[in-house]
């Protein structure tokens, strides 16, 4: 099989099981291991089959790439009407409360993805074995990736330490501050670049460029440029990473796992799921929600029809760029240019689908349902990503525009198949540069909302924004509930 990591999965029913119903508090769902932890974590086994429980969790995140489009002014809810899926029509509208179906898996769902690698720190000085900082190493990345999530959507949240949370919990851990919750990332990350191999010792495993690069991240969305240039400068110096010349490529199944993947997110049709568990499928949800209405005719399959792009984000590529055609499917266009082509039109219709990650045609013997379980790969941090990061931090921080030029320019000339199209302008014009340049490379990849809250951009830039409240999301009913009010709701909610 294509991703080996995914076979491994299957191991989770024998080791652990996880009680994800949709009322259920964070606090239980933490592992229920078959054996006692007393009589756990003897083995390099043990720790390797647990960890492949928390990579597991990664498959939930489709929700975030998904709102995150939806959130932004990228793209429109979407969907057979305004009562498909309240809670993302919700999203789109800029009136979210609390009080939602969507936010609130989003929150389960990491958290539950905390709790896995928490259970592995918990007992991490159990057992010695030979490349066991490798595994601590990639728990504590896990747990920064979620962590960071949860902070990108909600802010300060309660933090555990390196143990589970358990019932009860709620009610005596705090939220901690935006800034601890960005420390603790911090130290996971540099933990985890010190004792993780420059290679992925299995395909879809984190590497220490993966963990350079999100902590490169980390650093930008707090505005430390000087870190964020010199870790990021790091990857790009390693020499492991390069851009696909072919940018059409990069999201099919035949580039997966490429010289431009830093970190993806493995998806498989292993395990089926449905709509009463969504986040139990090895497939990319996000995929079969996206696809085009009621589609027939060659390449794609049909779909749920949300996440439409609008038309503003469609102009906002440049004459001649090569990237148009890859990410946005303009589906009038196409049915012309291709015979048999069939299709329906769903809520906010645009006629425009995110190519880059709807449904294609499967094969004949493909497993599970072809809404729920595409195999398609999230590119969870690709390598333009981080030239484009490095870009803005030498500007930002005024460190260098040259160095932010070259950056920038390098992504350029992939996209545009010429050195025709270099920005020479610096300062604040070239961070205006840089910033409309992401949004173009990484459009329907779950990026925009974030770049434009963390830049001060978003109220200027998306309809029914408003300013010191949506620049996060609210923490969910039921948590404030649970907690007795120890955690207080986020400002305007």
Not at 168 to 186: F, G, H, L, Q
Not at 442 to 463: N, S
């Amino acid at each position: 099989m294509k991703k080996y990591i995914i076979k491994t999965i299957l191991l989770i029913a024998t080791i652990a099981s996880l009680a994800i119903s949709c009322s259920d508090n964070f606090v239980e769902r933490e592992p229920v291991y078959t054996l006692s932890s007393e009589n756990y974590f003897n083995s390099k086994e043990d720790y390797y089959n647990a960890l492949v429980s928390t990579y597991a969790m990664l498959a939930s995140t489709y929700i975030n790439v998904m709102m995150g489009e939806i959130a932004s002014d990228n793209t429109l809810s979407g969907g057979e009407s305004a009562n498909d899926n309240p809670g993302i029509q919700q999203i789109d509208n800029m009136n979210h409360t609390s009080v939602n179906s969507n936010l609130k898996n989003l929150w389960d769902w990491m958290f539950a993805g905390v709790n896995r690698a928490n259970y592995i720190l918990e007992f991490k000085d159990k057992t010695d074995f030979q490349g066991k900082n490798q595994i601590i190493g990639e728990a504590r990345f896990l747990r920064a990736y979620f962590h960071f999530e949860l902070v990108k959507w909600f802010g300060g949240i309660p933090l555990s330490g390196d143990k589970r949370f358990k019932l009860n919990d709620e009610k005596n851990i705090p939220r901690s501050s935006t800034a601890d919750v960005y420390a603790e990332i911090e130290s996971d990350l540099l933990f985890a670049i010190d004792n993780m191999s420059d290679t992925a010792p299995e395909t879809g495993r984190a590497t220490k460029g993966a963990a350079q690069a999100l902590l490169g991240k980390v650093y930008l969305y707090q505005n430390k440029f000087g870190n964020a240039a010199g870790v990021l400068e790091q990857v790009i110096n390693s020499g492991k990473y390069t851009l696909v010349s072919n940018y059409n490529t990069l999201f099919e199944e035949s580039g997966e796992n490429g010289t431009e993947s830093v970190f993806e997110v493995q998806y498989s049709d292993a395990k089926g799921a449905d709509f009463g568990c969504l986040q139990c499928s090895s497939g990319n949800v996000a995929v079969g929600f996206s696809g085009v209405r009621n589609y027939s005719g060659p390449l794609f399959s049909d779909g749920f029809s949300f996440n439409v792009p609008v038309k503003s984000a469609v102009d906002a590529f440049e004459a001649g760029d090569k990237r148009k055609d890859v990410t946005i499917l303009d589906i009038v266009s196409w049915s012309v240019n291709n015979s048999g082509v069939g299709y329906g039109t769903g809520y906010k219709h645009t006629g425009y689908f995110n190519r880059k990650y709807i449904p294609r045609i499967r094969s004949a013997d493909a497993k599970g349902d072809l809404h729920l379980t595409n195999p398609n790969n999230y590119r969870a941090i690709r390598y333009s990503d981080v030239l484009l990061m490095a870009a803005e931090a030498y500007n930002r921080g005024g460190l260098s525009d040259t160095k932010a030029q070259t950056y920038l320019n390098l992504v350029r000339a992939r996209a545009f198949g010429d050195n025709n199209h270099a920005i020479i302008v610096t300062g604040p014009a070239l961070t205006d540069f840089i910033l409309a340049e992401r949004r173009v490379e990484l459009m329907g990849e779950g990026h925009r909302f974030f770049d434009l809250v963390r830049t001060g951009k978003a109220a200027q830039k998306i309809t029914g924004f408003t300013s010191n409240k949506n620049e996060v999301f609210p923490i969910p009913y039921e948590e404030i509930q649970f907690s007795n009010g120890n955690w207080g709701q986020n400002s305007g909610y």
